[in-house]
C-alpha cells in the first residue's frame, strides 16, 4: 500500500441533517490506472422499462409533500416558504412547532435561501463518485 496516495474529500452532510459542517472522508487512491469501464451505462437493457418524461415526471412534482397548516403557520411568522420547506423536511414534516424550534437552532446556515430541489439518481450518483 506504500504506492498508493490517501486524498482527502471534503462531503458535506445531506440536507434534513443536523450537521451543519463539512467532514473530510479518507479515500486510498491507487496508483495507475483506474478502469470504471465496467461501471458505464449501457442503454436501456432487457426487462427494463423506461421512464416516461411527460409532466408528471418533473422535478417540482417530485417535491415531497409539505403540510399546509404548518407551511401557513410558520411564513404567518415571517419565515420565507423555503426556510420553512427546509424545516419540515429536516423535522419529517412533524409540525409547526417542531419546525419553528428547528428555524431558531438554525437561524446561521448557509445556504438558507437556495430553494429545495430533488435530485434524480443519476444526480446523486454522479455527487458520489
Not at 10 to 20: A, W
Not at 42 to 49: C, R, T
Not at 60 to 82: C, T
Amino acid at each position: 500500500m506504500g504506492a498508493d496516495e490517501t486524498r482527502y474529500v471534503p462531503v458535506k452532510p445531506i440536507l434534513g441533517t443536523t450537521d451543519s459542517v463539512e467532514t473530510d472522508i479518507p479515500i486510498v487512491v491507487p496508483q495507475g490506472d483506474l478502469a470504471l469501464d465496467e461501471y458505464l451505462g449501457k442503454g436501456l437493457q432487457a426487462g427494463e422499462e423506461e421512464l416516461p418524461d411527460g409532466p408528471g415526471s418533473s422535478a417540482a412534482s417530485s417535491l415531497p409533500q409539505f403540510d399546509a397548516d404548518a407551511m401557513a403557520q410558520l411564513e404567518g411568522m415571517g419565515f420565507p416558504p423555503v426556510r420553512c420547506q427546509k424545516a419540515l423536511l429536516a423535522t419529517g414534516n412533524s409540525g409547526a412547532e417542531a419546525a419553528m424550534e428547528w428555524l431558531f437552532g438554525h437561524m446561521e446556515d448557509p445556504g438558507k435561501r437556495t430553494p429545495v430541489r430533488v435530485r434524480n439518481e443519476t444526480e446523486c450518483n454522479a455527487r458520489h463518485r
